[in-house]
Every structure is written in structure tokens, then in C-alpha cells.
């Protein structure tokens, strides 16, 4: 499996990772599936609480609404944009998930009638010189996790997924402003 990750991304992860220092901090993936088996990071939750310098506990009202707003925004097409994982920092160790990363994330998707077909784990540190370190593997019910190959690459242009942050609002004259015409000598 190949996931892509944004350059936008990768610098809030530095900027995420930076300000927690030593503790874990961690949240939800969401992404687009582009190809067969190809997918997007097209966003990241932030949860900087709940982490210590060896584990992080993900509270799971603490991203309701980023899950909520992202569907919305992306129309409610979940065959293309859903829910793709987890990412948590591992501070102090290298980016391979630990024995507990392992059976969190196979509870994840063995989960009930509810639990997501996959989900990907990815795991980040700031490595030497302040640069992000990745690693990430693919989960799937009743079978051995597989390795996730992480690509760098820009976001297509006019990407959906991207909250509509500005929006050119053109001006209209309101019907209650008078206009140029009007004889003010008369009033
Ligand atoms: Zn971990």
C-alpha cells in the first residue's frame, strides 16, 4: 500500500511535534483513495493531551467533530473519503509500532460490524535536524499487518478536501441602499 502525505502536512506534524517535546501526542488520519491500492493523507486531528514519553491514549470525543466536519465537507462520499487511520509520535523511540501499537490497532479493526475495513498506523518523530521521521503499517481483520510505503507529494490542485478557507465574495448593491438617481432636494 502507498500512502501520500501533503508538504502542508508534514509541517504541522514538525510544528505539532516541536511544541510537545518529550510526550506523545497522536490523532486521526483521514484521507482519499486515489488508486487501487493508493491512498491520501488529506488531513490530521491534533490531540496533545493525554500522551507521556512512552504512550498516548487517544480520547475519541476529542475528534468527533474533525470526522464530522470532513465528511461534510466532502460530501458525505465515503467510498472515496473516509477515515484512514492513526498517527501517534514516538518521541524518544524509533517509528516502528511497539507491542502495544499492534494490538490497538488490530482491536481497531476487528472492532464489531462497525470497524473500518482497514486502518493505517502511522508513527512520526523528529529526527535529526528537526526532520520528521515516518513509519506506518496497514491493519486488517484476520490477517498480518503489512507494510505502508509513505510518499511525499503536493495536493492536487483545487483539492476538495480543503475546508473553503476563503471565499470570493463579490459585492451587491443592497436593495435598500438608494441609488444615484434618487433626488436627495426633495427629502
Ligand atoms: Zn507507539
Known amino acids: 500500500m502507498i500512502v501520500s502525505l501533503p508538504p502542508d502536512l508534514i509541517a504541522k506534524f514538525e510544528k505539532a511535534l516541536s511544541r ?8 486521526v488520519l483521514v484521507g482519499e483513495h486515489v488508486a487501487d491500492a493508493e491512498f491520501r493523507i488529506v488531513d490530521i486531528s491534533v490531540q496533545h493531551s493525554g500522551g507521556t514519553v512512552s504512550c498516548f491514549v487517544r480520547k475519541p470525543e476529542k475528534h468527533k467533530g474533525f470526522i464530522k466536519r470532513f465528511f461534510r465537507r466532502t460530501g458525505a462520499d ?5 477515515y484512514l487511520g492513526e ?7 524509533l517509528p ?3 507491542a502495544v501499537d499492534f494490538a490497538q490497532m488490530q482491536q481497531i479493526v476487528e472492532d464489531g460490524p462497525n470497524a473500518p475495513l482497514f486502518a493505517v498506523l502511522l ?3 523528529l529526527g535529526e535536524h528537526k526532520r520528521i521521521d515516518f513509519g506506518a503499517m496497514a491493519f486488517t481483520k484476520g ?4 507494510p505502508v510505503q509513505i510518499r511525499v507529494s503536493e495536493r492536487p490542485d483545487c483539492d476538495p478536501t480543503l475546508p473553503n478557507r476563503l471565499i ?8 435598500w441602499w438608494p441609488s444615484s438617481d434618487v ?3 426633495e427629502a
Open 87 to 93: 498517527w501517534h509520535s514516538h518521541p524518544l523511540y
Open 78 to 82: 465515503y467510498t472515496r473519503f473516509n
Open 96 to 98: 516502528v509500532p511497539s
Open 168 to 175: 470570493a465574495w463579490r459585492w451587491k448593491r443592497p436593495g
Open 183 to 185: 433626488n436627495r432636494s
Open 20 to 27: 510537545a517535546g518529550p510526550r506523545e501526542i497522536g490523532g
Open 123 to 125: 508513527i512520526v518523530r
Open 143 to 146: 490477517s498480518a499487518p503489512t
